[in-house]
């Protein structure tokens, strides 16, 4: 039973231009929320979180959005680089999660020059 | 420098026999922990170890024994391997206990293939 999807397998965007990565989950109880990337070959690097009583966190180029009463969050990537080709996954834990990093299916994001 | 490291890369077995995978991190964390990548690519944790301690052990079959000599290091011995054991395995360590808003680091992967 999938807690946190990812329903985007896929991404393509343009060199400069906003990537705009989706994840939704279902359970209520979720109070912490990251963002990991991932490379061909390599584990997921860590790239930016969000606690449930923020509903923005930005860092560089990277900015993740929550909206709690939809149970939707975001990643912003502006501007998109070749080096931003990567795997992005969506975790969560909280509630009866608690302590266990809870993943979506990840998200293929190719940046085209 | 590589922070969590892990061997093999690459195991191929046989079903039925028995295989470790090791992992090392050098960045003090007191917390490791084992996730598995299935072929659908969802990341699902297996285990946890504090401060060489199980603190958190997912529903895996008995064959799966993770063993923590020291806080910088967490084995995972799978015994009489099946098919369906065959995925990508991720060690990850963090500073803190797990609950705690702390950030998980995790290493290469070890892709076990079962023939």
């Known amino acids: 039973d999938q807690q946190v999807k990812q329903n985007s397998p896929s991404l393509s965007v343009q060199e400069g231009r906003i990537s705009i990565l989706n994840c939704d989950y279902t359970?209520?109880?979720?109070?912490?929320f990251l963002w990991y990337k991932k490379y061909p070959a390599e584990g997921p690097t860590f790239l930016i979180s969000?606690?449930?009583?923020?509903d923005k966190n930005e860092d560089g180029r990277f900015t993740v959005f929550l909206n709690k009463s939809a149970k939707h969050l975001s990643l912003h990537i502006v501007p998109s680089q070749p080096g931003d080709s990567a795997v992005y996954f969506c975790?969560?834990?909280?509630?009866?999660?608690?302590?266990?990093?809870?993943f979506g299916a990840g998200t293929q994001v190719v940046v085209t020059p | 420098d590589t922070a969590v490291s892990q061997t093999p890369k690459y195991l191929v077995t046989q079903m039925g026999n028995d295989k470790s995978i090791k992992c090392e991190q050098n960045?003090?964390?007191?917390?490791m922990y084992w996730y598995k990548q299935d072929s659908k690519k969802f990341l699902k944790i297996m285990f946890s170890?504090?401060?060489?301690?199980?603190?958190i052990n997912e529903t895996v079959p008995n064959r799966f024994s993770p063993k923590s000599p020291d806080k910088a290091h967490l084995n995972l011995h799978i015994n009489s391997l099946e098919l369906g054991d065959s995925a990508v395995y991720f060690c990850?360590?963090?500073?803190?206990?797990?609950?705690?808003?702390?950030?998980?680091?995790f290493g290469p992967g070890t892709r076990l293939t079962v023939l």
């Open positions: 990850a360590s963090s500073q803190d206990p797990p609950g705690a808003t702390d950030t998980q680091y």
């Open positions: 359970n209520s109880m979720f109070d912490y």
């Open positions: 969000i606690s449930s009583i923020k």
């Open positions: 975790a969560a834990s909280g509630g009866d999660s608690w302590g266990k990093l809870q």
């Open positions: 960045l003090g964390h007191d917390t």
């Open positions: 170890y504090n401060n060489k301690e199980l603190i």
